[in-house]
């Protein structure tokens, strides 16, 4: 699902999703087969398949002459339970003779409620090596402000849920609008880049644009896409 600027309507990256597809064609929802892989483990095959393959696309783009915009890439907290990530992901991904910076890691935020010192151990291994790292669904379970002061990333992805719908008789969505600005405001002021997720509307656009949040990703730009219409679109943007 690509990423874009708002202020320049121009994709600047992307996060790489996966959806299941029946044998008729229809598609299961992540909130329904993720679930399931979570449970079982299984999950970890999936973004190490996930990964692979955008250190791959990424290595393409680059023998092509082309320059890849950033790439993001989801990880499970399953996977801080192994000493080895950070090793087994920088051997892989040294395989493919790429630069990190075309590489983003997304966590979600409700990983970090649970063996937070482990996990922010690997995550600064992480960024030391170049990745960046951001925190997914920030403000879908319950933040704390040390969440943002401790964490060591540099990004932070604003859930929908604050996302107001412009409605300024709504006490409900006077308080959204009223939030976001401050969590932005705060997020900057703490050297970190911001970017909403879930932008359904032109309307949520314009209070992005008036809080100073100017990169996005949501339907109102693009659902995600398969894999040879995104690679279409954004290798017409490289050209």
Sequence with gaps: QPKVSVSERCVVGAEALTRLQNEDGSIIPPDVFIPVLESSGKILELDWYVMRFVFSKIRDWLDEGKKPQKISVNLSKIHFYYDTLVD???REFEKHQISPEYVEFEITESVFFEEADLIISKIERL???????SVDDFGAGYSSLNLIREMPWKILKIDKSFLPVGNEEDDEDVQKKVMLKHIIGMAQNLGLECIAEGVETA?????????????????LFDRPLPVEQF?????????
């Design 88 to 90: 087994d992901i920088i």
């Design 231 to 239: 690679v279409e679109r954004l290798e017409a943007l490289m050209e």
């Design 203 to 219: 309307e949520q656009v314009t209070i992005l644009k008036e809080n100073n949040c100017y990169l996005a990703q949501g339907y």
């Design 127 to 133: 960024r030391e090596y170049g990745f960046k790292v």
